[in-house]
Nanobody
Framework: VQLVESGGGLVQPGGSLRLSCAAS????????MSWYRQAPGKERELVAA????????NYADSVKGRFTISRDNAKNSVYLQMNSLKAEDTAVYYC?????????WGQGTQVTVSS
């Protein structure tokens, strides 16, 4: 199982970024995919999750209306579109794949929101 995140970087407040997570080594379309983030000195927290078929999504209250999770099962990829970014969105963002008790994590991508 391999998950590789990309798309992080430095962005000004109010800006946008699109994170991608490319998956390989497992049946991607059978897994729930999620994005988590961890800011310095804080616990890792769930940002958004999407069901295996993409029909169900849920978001942390702090990102509702600003972030959108999506997936393309044909490309074995999951995405996180982040708009109206705030300084408090600064964190390392991780992709997670889960099926039942099985789960795997990517290595993370840094997102920094600063002027």
């Amino acid at each position: 199982v391999q998950l590789v995140e990309s798309g992080g970087g430095l962005v000004q407040p109010g800006g946008s970024l699109r994170l991608s997570c490319a998956a390989s080594g497992f049946t991607f379309s059978s897994y729930v995919m999620s994005w988590y983030r961890q800011a310095p000195g804080k616990e890792r927290e769930l940002v958004a999750a999407i069901s295996s078929d993409g029909g169900s999504r849920n978001y942390a209250d702090s990102v509702k209306g600003r972030f959108t999770i999506s997936r393309d099962n044909a490309k074995n990829s999951v995405y996180l579109q982040m708009n109206s970014l705030k300084a408090e969105d600064t964190a390392v963002y991780y992709c997670k794949a889960r099926r039942g008790s099985l789960s795997s994590w990517g290595q993370g991508t840094q997102v920094t929101v600063s002027s």
